[in-house]
Structure formats: structure tokens, C-alpha cells
């Protein structure tokens, strides 16, 4: 398990714990009543800790190599997934997967950002920065779900759209802005969920619907924290001290009213059980798509556009 700055007081308890384990597995001395008095500082420790993260320490969170992915969360919250490829127009971008799956038996086209596990999957994947054709391959899937009335589900998770020069000359921006633009017209229910890492223009591209989740450890911002520094300070080193006055974090967003609802996670970040934070993102997505699905098309389409035309205004 790997962990994070912040984590290494836990780390170093854990690893101490592990020691007196192995070492009383073999031989005579019996040290349950030291490993226990451990165990209970190691709880106290890890409720202090990550019940008081700054928002940097989510970043890093949000960036944790183990994190799951989507195709993890599909794994356990859908039934019958099926990849789609291919975005009829230039070919397929492996930085988002979608398909059609069951979700409690329900059909429903799901969607997400996907990062590597390793380098050579980062490399496949673009380390999760999609490509145009990547946001042309949503939307059409999207546009597939609207024709059948399939709900569709976004899972967010990027640093945001691919910055290559290749990209840009295959129509980056439109390709963004025309899903922006589709995606608030849609007229069947959407649900979008930042599980990682929500960046810039990259993010939004899979971000517009009826309800927009983050975890708990997740964050969602216009441009990274160095990237800010960087501007700001022209100091990319200074990307803790951005983090911390961009409100870029799951509750800051919520208290803005740009999110709808934070999901909890697992303690010690949704890496740490991911069977354990599939359940935890399935207590809100499933009433929350019942909720979606009893309204009527004119219904679902006002109601976005509601929710959207309040973000930023403010009452002093």
C-alpha cells in the first residue's frame, strides 16, 4: 500500500504493528497486549488525520496511483458491461471507455475518464487526458442512450483534455464545447460523478447533467493547482498554497452549490476497499436515479437548466 506525506505517521505505526505481529508469530513471547494498545493509537491516529486534510492533501489523494478507476467501479456497480469503441470519425481513444451495462437490472450507458496502472498503460491511455475523438466517442455513445432511453452516468477522473498539438488540430475545443452543448439537451436522465481527479474543460466535457456527485476525496477545478501557481505566482511550486484558496474540494463545491451531494469515502481513501466504496457511491446513485427517472422529458430539461443558471449567483 502505498502512502502519501501526509500518511507517514499511519505508515510507520502500521509497519511497526506488522513487526510485532510477525516477530510474536515466531517465537514465545506473547506481545497481543502491546500489538492491541497499537491498534488503538493507529485509530485515533487515522481519525485525526484524515477527518482534518487540507485541501492539498486531497489533491494528493485524488492522485493516488491505486485509486480505482472506472472500469474498477464498473466492475462492481454494473451488470453486463459491454465496451463500445470508436468515434466513427478518426478512430478510438483508450483515456475514455463506455458502454452499455445493467445497473440493478436497469440498461444504462455508462461513461467515464479511464487512467493506467502501470507506465505502459499511462502511455495507452494518455495518463487519463482524453483526445477529441475520445469526447467524440461520448457523445456518441450519449447520443446512442437517447435514442434507446438509456440513463447515462458519467464517471469523472482527469487532469483534463490531451494538450498535444495532434489534438488540437483534430478540433480539441469544439469537440469540449459541442459535448457541453449536447449534453445539456439531453433528454434522458444523467448522472456524473467526479471519482478522482475533475480538471478543466476535460472534465466538464462528461460533467453536465441532472446531478453532479463528487467523493469525498475527489476535487474539480478549472486548472490544476500548479497550474494556477503558475500564473499566479509564476511559480508552479506554490501549488499547495494555490490549492488551498481555489475551493476545489468536495465540500467547498458543495457550500458553493456547484455539486449536488459529497459521497463518503472508505477511511484512508476509496483505495483502501473498493468493493467497500462502490456501496458507499451506490447509496447515492441508485435513489438518485429513481428520483430522475419519474420526471418527464420537459421536466428533466428544466430542471438542468435550473440547476445550471443558479451556479455563481449569490445573495449577500
Avoid at 187 to 199: H, Y
Avoid at 295 to 307: A, G, M, T
Amino acid at each position: 500500500m502505498i502512502g502519501l506525506e501526509f500518511e507517514k505517521p499511519v505508515m510507520e505505526l502500521k509497519g511497526k504493528i506488522a513487526e510485532l505481529k510477525e516477530f510474536t508469530s515466531t517465537s514465545d513471547v506473547d506481545l497481543t497486549e502491546e500489538i492491541e494498545k497499537l491498534e488503538q493509537r493507529l485509530k485515533k491516529l487515522e481519525k485525526d488525520i484524515y477527518e482534518s486534510m487540507t485541501p492539498w492533501d486531497r489533491v494528493q489523494m485524488a492522485r493516488h496511483p491505486e485509486r480505482p478507476t472506472t472500469l474498477d467501479y464498473i466492475q462492481h456497480l454494473f451488470t453486463d458491461f459491454m465496451e463500445l469503441h470508436g468515434d466513427r470519425l478518426f478512430g478510438d481513444d483508450a483515456a475514455i471507455v463506455g458502454g452499455v451495462a445493467k445497473y440493478h437490472g436497469l440498461p444504462v450507458t455508462v461513461i467515464g475518464h479511464q487512467r493506467g496502472r502501470d507506465t505502459k498503460e499511462n502511455i495507452k491511455r494518455t495518463f487519463g487526458m482524453p483526445h477529441p475523438e475520445g469526447y467524440r466517442k461520448a457523445l456518441r455513445l450519449m447520443n446512442q442512450a437517447v435514442k434507446f432511453k438509456r440513463p447515462i452516468i458519467c464517471l469523472i477522473d482527469t487532469k483534463g483534455a490531451y494538450p498535444g498539438k495532434a489534438a488540437e488540430e483534430r478540433g480539441q475545443s469544439e469537440a469540449i464545447a459541442r459535448n457541453l452543448f449536447e449534453m445539456a439537451g439531453m433528454e434522458v436522465p444523467v448522472i456524473c460523478i467526479v471519482i478522482g481527479e475533475g480538471g478543466s474543460g476535460g472534465a466538464l466535457a462528461l460533467g453536465i447533467g441532472d446531478k453532479l456527485f463528487m467523493l469525498e476525496n475527489s476535487t474539480y477545478s478549472v486548472i490544476s493547482p500548479e497550474g494556477a501557481a503558475a500564473l499566479l505566482w509564476k511559480d508552479a511550486s506554490q501549488a499547495k498554497r494555490a490549492a488551498e484558496t481555489m475551493k476545489i474540494t468536495a465540500g467547498d463545491l458543495k457550500e458553493l452549490g456547484v455539486i449536488d451531494a459529497i459521497i463518503p469515502e472508505v477511511s484512508g481513501g476509496a483505495h483502501r476497499n473498493i468493493a467497500q466504496q462502490a456501496a458507499l457511491i451506490d447509496q447515492m446513485l441508485k435513489p438518485a436515479l429513481q428520483e430522475l427517472l419519474q420526471l418527464s422529458i420537459p421536466e428533466l430539461l428544466d430542471n438542468r437548466y435550473i440547476k445550471y443558471k443558479q451556479i455563481g449567483e449569490y445573495t449577500l
